[in-house]
């Protein structure tokens, strides 16, 4: 069992809907939690940054952490086509420390 | 702020040649850096962890005389892939840390080797 999982998609949405994207961890220690997006043949972007459980809110763009569930998510409101490209969850048990990474969810937004 | 470069963004080299890539942070000190390849649909592949002054920690499976890495400062760290293969072509992406916060990446560089 890896020690991140997330749904690689691909997902398709049209545009101005709401998306949900989700990842589950196995390792109780991870207390920081990420998200970056990644266009093609580009290096991550870093969306949004979480410690420990809790909601966050940027913008469109809202990460809820629950550590008892051992579950994070990233939704995405009133989605753009620019919104296009792989959503990377991220966790790791020290600040700024090594990343375990989730394998990447693809999402498209169609006009 | 948090700005992380990389050069070259793309290279064409001969099987058999050494390639160079220069990760800068440039408006942060990063006490460590990071260096990751990626294949095509695939997640990314922490190789090498590096604090500044001190040897690169390899991951397994990464073969340290190969991908040889320097972190000479605190801006600045390489990675060089010595007598590269076509296998060695790859996307290959830094990242670094002040210490205070995650890893911020940088653009990243694709490797094609002939």
């Known amino acids: 069992q890896k020690e991140v999982e997330q749904d690689p998609g691909p997902l398709s949405v049209p545009e101005g809907a709401i998306v949900s994207l989700n990842c589950t961890y196995s390792n109780s220690a991870f207390q920081y939690f990420m998200w970056y997006r990644q266009y093609s043949r580009k290096g991550p972007e870093l969306l949004m940054y979480?410690?420990?459980?809790g909601n966050k809110e940027d913008g469109r763009f809202t990460a809820q952490v629950d550590k008892s569930s051992k579950y994070i998510s990233l939704f995405i409101r009133d989605s753009q086509p620019s919104d296009s490209a792989t959503y990377l969850c991220a966790m790791s048990a020290n600040q700024g420390g090594k990343l375990i990474f989730g394998q990447g969810t693809e999402l498209s937004v169609k006009p | 702020g948090a700005v992380v470069s990389q050069h070259p963004s793309w290279v064409i080299c001969k099987s058999g040649t050494s390639v160079k890539i220069e990760c800068r942070s440039l408006d942060f000190q990063a006490t460590t850096m990071f260096w990751y390849r990626q294949f095509p649909k695939q997640s990314l592949m922490l190789m090498a962890t590096?604090?500044?002054?001190?040897?690169?920690?390899?991951e397994q499976g990464v073969e340290k005389d190969k991908f040889l890495i320097n972190h000479a400062s605190l801006t600045l760290s390489t990675l060089t892939v010595t007598s590269a293969h076509p296998e060695d072509s790859s996307f290959y992406i830094c990242?670094?840390?002040?210490?205070?916060?995650?890893?911020?990446f940088g653009p990243g560089t694709r490797l094609t080797v002939l």
């Open positions: 990242s670094a840390s002040g210490g205070t916060d995650t890893q911020y």
């Open positions: 590096s604090n500044e002054g001190s040897k690169a920690t390899y």
């Open positions: 979480t410690y420990s459980s």
